[in-house]
């Protein structure tokens, strides 16, 4: 019981040194941010950029591209993660359960979009999009199956380190002795065990979405990050305001998003 | 018992109706990376004119595109590791938190979004912050100690591996923590039941169990950080010392027109070195897994 | 085991074959083609006359409702304000992309986008750019074609320069001293203080700044050597920053002294007068000089509007909102001439205190080949 203790005592103190250093590291850069958006002219400090940014009605005026971008960047969001999710989830523990000679060629291709650089994918992808284009409309939302693809090196990394630390396997084997059909294996058996890994493949994805650039603007399509681009030609200490704004706004909703699913988790007996 | 189809599986025969079953998935990268990625390979063996050639290929013996490769290689490797190193010590920091509790939550979500930070902002902030007139730089020159002395931060060695590392920790945590949660405090107490130290637990329990996904991870972190383009070339947008920049500057220079191909040659270099580091990798893996006999 | 694999590759190879060719054909195209009265498509139209006149073509565009311009950021040479006055007297609504494209980059757009409705209608390009894709642009000779020097436009109307402006250098005047000659830049004053707008491998603008350096050095524009030299020594004397200057970084501080266009410079002075005091000099003896080429997209989606934009640019109106801007319009000799200048705008144009230098298309080759081989090596 002593041993314990200690133990949990030199844990505390290194998880709270770890983590402060850490996050010391982390926001620094972000001070930056705030430092250069609260300037005076003149000296000392002002929140006018800011009081300027949440002015919503004239902001609504002087950039609408900004809330074009905003609301084709939420639209965005819950689409790749949907497709994600919906396609990456079945096949990963389909590959683990059937197809183990699989895994090497799925994680090759999950791995693929991440060695091309975005500017050079574009030039492979504006013929698939013509036909996007002609087929599907013109619209920013189309870009998700861009994003998929290039949330699928994450998203794979996520899922496999989730996959490997339960046995698939035998809860499957298990779930299907028991007479469960597929759909209820996946639902409500092997979800479940993954949660952690799925949420982080969903934060993953939410991230990648909200700060993409590159193939939204290749495109000329609209987006957040491309509005803000926009917007620092014009003034720069509001774009900079709205990046840091946009990365607040991603960090609530991730950290609503860690709560999804916590509810059945915490009335489940500890395992012994 | 009947014969499991586990066991069919691993034979090597493939029943077709297992194969369904991953059809969706390599029907849609088939079309959305597949068709891609073909476009530009076959387009780094044609010239300007759209006949085959190996000259784009042969192009990429030039001295300053093999230094771009060897520099984006050594970057991408360095930050990998570090970034590695420091996410999985996070990881772990948080994950002898209490479960559901706020700073889990909090590290986790901080680290979502601060994976995915990059581009001309996060080149701004850190400028912003330790650059000649950065508030950090000035802060620290009040106090006796001068960091502006030399343009270090624009260098590829020193102030991108700074920079590069502030997305690779926060990516390492979120996708090496779930392997870390899935080490059960049961196996700690048998380890130490059994007479075994903290270093005996690492060594031969949680080390082997968390050794592919460590691995894993750090695949991750190298393509992650070898094919980072935005950020590098708000950074430094002189010179091209790294490949991506290179590939950028072939399709974007309005001073030199016709080198398209050549920077799709250079991706197919990219894709090539990466199917190395990735043979490396699966060699790896298999001994290390080996050990628990999976 | 092994005709097995041999067979799978080969279904391989001709899946991928074929999945090339089916993704190299492109989608049919859409084409919306509004006739003017003239008879005449306005995709086909060489002039206003084609289309039966100004007023046919204005309602040719406002039938078609949009424009797709690129690259053209509001603070570069006074788009912003040429944009909303297009919108307000046309009543069409302008979408600017990409406002960071480069003109290679512009090619690549309208490339990619081919027979999509966001696809650019019209290009703003650098010299070397216009000349090599003129076979993407339609002939239009403007109402004010004949205002424009023959030296500057197509005789056909495929690419008609519109504006151009002379390499400065721009600079906080509060936190750097005037820098009287280029060579100034290497005194200890400037440490960490000197950016250039781009790769000079990449970027027109950086190119004119090695241009301008190696003037002021006593170079030639058949010999830049020296201005390569220049950028050289800045770099060991640790007063060169490689980052890109953006507006961001010019008003926070972080690069306090930029080589770009004076337009460009003279735009950031006004855009932070209260904030900092930016100012613009071109130095003596060193005038580079550079137009930039309009030109419209063949397979533009909204042809009627991508003309009328053009007349209303090379129009008295449009002229003299990019001299507000700080450009020198390429009518301006004409409009001096007819008294149509906007004359203290044109009173407040920077300096230039020289021959200006205008390189021809030998001399850019010339210099390309001599920065592919030493740019990287002298700043590295």
């Not at chain 1, 890994?197 to 994805?205: C, N, Q």
């Not at chain 2, 063996?45 to 030039?62: C, I, K, V, W, Y």
Request: aromatic fraction near 8%.
């Amino acid at each position: 019981m002593k041993l314990r203790a200690a133990r949990r005592r030199k844990q505390t103190i290194f998880r709270r040194v770890v983590v402060g250093l850490i996050s010391l590291f982390f926001a620094l850069p972000l001070l930056g941010m705030v430092e250069f958006t609260t300037r005076a002219p003149g000296g000392g400090r002002t929140l006018d950029t800011w009081a300027t940014l949440f002015d919503l009605g004239a902001m609504d005026q002087d950039y609408p591209e900004l809330k074009a971008g905003i609301l084709a960047s939420a639209g965005l969001t819950v689409l790749t993660v949907a497709i994600m999710l919906v396609m990456l989830v079945p096949t990963m523990t389909w590959v683990r359960l059937r197809l183990p000679g699989m895994r090497r060629l799925v994680e090759f291709i999950c791995l693929l979009p991440l060695t091309i650089p975005a500017i050079v994918l574009v030039v492979g992808l504006a013929p698939v999009y013509a036909w996007v284009a002609y087929l599907l409309g013109e619209s920013s939302l189309w870009l998700a199956f861009a994003y998929v693809v290039l949330v699928l090196p994450y998203a794979y990394r996520a899922l496999d380190a989730g996959l490997s630390a339960i046995d698939v396997k035998t809860l499957a084997e298990a779930a299907r002795s028991l007479g469960a059909g597929w759909p209820t294996v996946m639902w409500r058996i092997i979800l479940p065990n993954v949660r952690t890994a799925v949420l982080s493949a969903a934060f993953l994805s939410v991230a990648l979405v909200l700060g993409e650039f590159t193939i939204a603007s290749l495109f000329s399509r609209d987006n957040l990050q491309v509005a803000i681009n926009l917007l620092s030609k014009r003034d720069a200490s509001l774009a900079i305001a709205a990046a840091l704004a946009a990365l607040i706004l991603a960090f609530v909703v991730l950290l609503a998003m860690s709560f999804v699913g916590t509810g059945r988790r915490s009335q489940r007996p500890e395992e012994n | 018992m009947a014969e499991s189809p586990t066991t069919r599986a691993s034979t090597g025969r493939k029943p077709v109706g297992a194969l369904l079953g991953v059809v969706p998935f390599f029907a849609y990268t088939t079309i959305f990376l597949g068709i891609p990625t073909l476009i530009v390979v076959v387009g780094a063996f044609l010239d300007g004119s759209g006949r085959p050639t190996l000259g784009n290929l042969s192009a990429l013996a030039q001295p300053q595109i093999v230094s771009a490769f060897v520099h984006s290689t050594v970057l991408s490797a360095v930050t990998a590791v570090l970034g590695a190193v420091f996410g999985a010590l996070l990881a772990y920091a948080v994950s002898t938190a209490r479960e559901g509790g706020l700073m889990r939550r909090l590290v986790a979500s901080l680290c979502g979004v601060l994976a995915q930070f990059g581009g001309v902002t996060l080149a701004f902030a850190f400028v912003a912050t330790v650059g000649f007139q950065g508030f950090l730089t000035l802060w620290l020159q009040k106090v006796g100690i001068d960091l502006a002395g030399s343009t270090w931060l624009f260098e590829p060695t020193k102030g991108l591996i700074l920079v590069y590392t502030y997305f690779q920790i926060p990516l390492m945590l979120i996708v090496f923590l779930p392997a870390v949660e899935g080490l059960r405090p049961q196996w700690r107490e048998a380890a130490e039941s059994l007479g075994g130290s903290t270093w005996n637990y690492w060594r031969h329990v949680a080390g082997p169990i968390l050794a592919p996904s460590f691995i894993g991870a750090i695949l991750l972190l190298f393509t992650n950080a070898f094919s980072a383009y935005a950020t590098a070339k708000a950074l430094i947008s002189q010179g091209s010392p790294i490949t991506p920049l290179q590939i950028g500057g072939t399709l974007s220079s309005e001073v030199i027109l016709g080198q398209e191909n050549i920077g799709k040659a250079m991706a197919l270099g990219m894709v090539a070195i990466v199917a190395v580091i990735m043979t490396l990798y699966a060699v790896l893996e298999r001994r290390t897994t080996r050990w628990l006999g999976r | 085991m092994k005709t097995r694999m041999a067979r799978r590759s080969g279904v391989a190879a001709l899946a991928a074959v074929t999945l090339i060719g089916i993704a190299a054909c492109s989608p049919p195209a859409k084409t919306t083609d509004s006739a003017g009265t003239g008879g005449v498509k306005a995709s086909t139209a060489t002039s206003a006359q084609d289309l039966g006149g100004m007023t046919s073509l204005v309602d040719a565009a406002k039938k078609e409702g949009t424009l797709n311009v690129i690259a053209l950021p509001p603070d570069w040479a006074n788009y912003g304000e040429i944009i909303k006055g297009f919108q307000a007297k046309y009543g069409l609504k302008v979408n600017s992309a990409q406002p960071d494209a480069s003109s290679a980059d512009e090619i690549t757009a309208a490339k990619n986008l081919k027979g999509q409705s966001k696809a650019p209608d019209v290009f703003d390009l650098g010299g070397t750019v216009a000349s090599a894709n003129t076979a993407m642009f339609a002939p239009y000779k403007v109402t004010t074609f004949n205002d424009i020097p023959a030296l500057l436009k197509d005789a056909n109307g495929l690419g008609v320069s519109d504006y151009g402006g002379y390499m400065s250098i721009g600079y906080d005047s509060g936190k750097v001293p005037a820098p009287k000659t280029v060579a100034d830049l290497l005194k200890p004053a400037y440490k960490g203080k000197v950016a250039l707008n781009g790769d000079p491998t990449q970027a027109g603008a950086a190119f004119s700044g090695v241009v301008m350096a190696a003037l002021s050095q006593g170079g030639t524009a058949d010999d830049i050597s020296k201005g390569v030299a220049f950028f050289a020594s800045l770099k060991s004397a640790g007063n060169f920053l490689p980052v890109d200057p953006t507006p961001a970084t010019v008003e926070s501080g972080q690069t306090p002294v930029v080589f770009d266009w004076d337009y460009l410079n003279v735009a950031q002075g006004k855009k932070l007068t209260g904030k900092m005091s930016w100012k613009t000099v071109i130095p003596t003896g060193a005038v580079v000089g550079g137009y930039y080429v309009q030109a419209i997209n063949k397979d533009a989606p909204h042809p009627a509007a991508a003309r009328l934009w053009e007349e209303y640019l090379y129009s008295d109106e449009g002229q003299n909102l990019w001299l507000k801007g700080g450009a020198r319009p390429v009518r301006e000799k004409a409009m001096v001439a007819a008294g149509t200048i906007d004359k203290a705008a044109y009173a407040a144009l920077p300096k230039a205190v020289g021959t200006p230098v205008f390189l021809t298309k030998e001399q850019n080759n010339k210099a390309n080949a001599y920065l592919t081989a030493n740019w990287a090596k002298a700043i590295g």
